[in-house]
């Protein structure tokens, strides 16, 4: 079946309950929001490219789930507590079915986060999306790039590299069982955003950025911007069993500039450690400890006999990378 614009939009997107943040919704020019009481609005957006950043095959529920997760996962990062966020939507038919499965998996997400769809636009075109999240934190304590200072502790939660696993079994570079697949495929294509963590972060947290293009660029940006340096060690990624299992050439490369994590690299002082593991433990979350800001530029990543490793990795860019 094949719907027009407006009965797409309000069949699928629309919804009747209301969210204390949303004055106005879906259905006017603009939607109306409500800041709270001392708090700064967090925004950002994050688009989705068929061929680019899915594969045309993936099902329409994961896709939407993806979406909406690599945006919060920006909340995350900054320590936001999500609100409102605004769908883009280039669709190359109005399919019933395949909407009807889209709306599913965005709202599942969404209503996990406590997180209201407040308007978007919705056109013909190649299949593409684009999400704009917004999200608030007390003024003056979302976390930012720039405050690593030298001596603070470099931390990372959950676990890296699966979904660059997945990808190259997808690409055919690597082979595994099914189990395994559909395990590191689960990482590539419904990551959780680990906006709670983000949350219990504030305040303890010098510095966060959540890791989508790999580890070494992520936290490279984290260094510039807070104009320091640091040693990590690379052995200690935190990283599945699955991943373990394999060569550790293939380990360095996923856990260190796989991509599509949306993990969370944070930096914390030193004497702040136990209360980053209080924090991580009240939202059963893990977190793993990797290395040290220090003084002198550029990151020194080391292997498990403290010998200097020299691997020439690279982040994924869109305008560099193959
Ligand atoms: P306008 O033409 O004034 O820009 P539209 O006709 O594009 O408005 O959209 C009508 C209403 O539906 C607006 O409130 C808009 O925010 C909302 N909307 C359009 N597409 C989507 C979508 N994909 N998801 C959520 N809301 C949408
Ligand atoms: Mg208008």
Known sequence: MSLGEFDLIRRYFRRPDSHEAVAVGIGDDCAVLRPSPGQHWLVSSDMLVEGRHFLSTVAPERLAHKALAVNLSDLAACGATPRAFFLALALPRADAVWCEAFAR???????????????????????????????????????????????????????????????????????????????????????????????????????????SDGFVGDLGHVLQASGVGATVEAEALPRSPILRAQPLALQRLCTLAGGDDYELIFTAPADRAEAVRAAAQACQTTVTRIG???????????????????????????????
């Open 105 to 211: 998996g965005l709202f599942a997400l969404a209503d996990a986060h406590g997180i209201a769809l407040a308007g978007g636009d919705t056109t013909a075109g190649p299949l593409n999306l684009c999400i704009t999240v917004m999200g608030e934190a007390p003024a003056g304590q979302a976390l930012l790039r720039s405050g690593a200072r030298v001596g603070d502790e470099i931390w990372v939660s959950g676990e890296l590299g699966d979904a660059r696993l997945a990808l190259e079994v997808f690409r055919g570079t690597q082979a595994l069982s099914g189990a395994d697949f559909e395990q590191v495929r689960q990482a590539m294509e419904t990551p959780s955003p680990r906006v709670a963590l983000g949350q219990a972060l504030r305040g303890i947290a010098s510095a966060a950025i959540d890791v």
């Open 292 to 322: 040290r800001i220090e003084a002198a530029p550029g990151l020194r990543l080391m292997d498990a006999q403290g010998q200097r490793l020299e691997l020439g990795l690279r982040s994924f860019d869109h305008f560099l990378s193959p």
